[in-house]
């Protein structure tokens, strides 16, 4: 895998349910990956926002995160799992799931800052 160590902005979301995509958008959105395996995401947009802290391992395709603080407080302690779906040396894309429906969301990240 290509080296994740950076600053990322969101370009893009794409929102699927039951394999059929239901919209497009791009909201504001910014994660940091961090040499101490350290990460902090912050994203939004009118209908929600998401913020959390926590220390990220890469095994195979996935993005694992012991997520340390979040604003969704049951989050907190728990580790949430990201399927990645490309990794090169400008650009992240992740599959984030729904585990109370069939909702996914494709994110597309560009790094604005290698660490």
């Known amino acids: ?20 995509r239901t919209s497009e958008r ?46 969704v407080r049951e989050l907190e302690g728990k580790t949430i799992t990201r399927k990645i779906l490309r990794l090169g040396p400008e650009t992240l894309v992740i599959e984030s799931g729904s585990t109370v429906s069939d909702k996914t969301a494709k994110l597309t990240w560009k790094k604005t800052f290698a660490l």
Not at 27 to 41: E, I, L
Not at 49 to 71: E, H, P, T, W
């Open 26 to 71: 791009a909201n504001a959105g910014m994660v940091t990956f961090t040499r101490k395996n350290q990460m902090s995401v912050v994203s939004g947009s009118n209908e929600w926002v998401m913020a959390y802290f926590g220390n990220f391992r890469i095994q195979g395709d996935s993005l694992n995160i012991d997520v340390k603080s979040c604003v």
């Open 1 to 20: 895998m290509s080296e994740i160590y950076g600053i990322y902005e969101l370009t893009e979301i794409e929102s699927y349910e039951d394999g059929k």
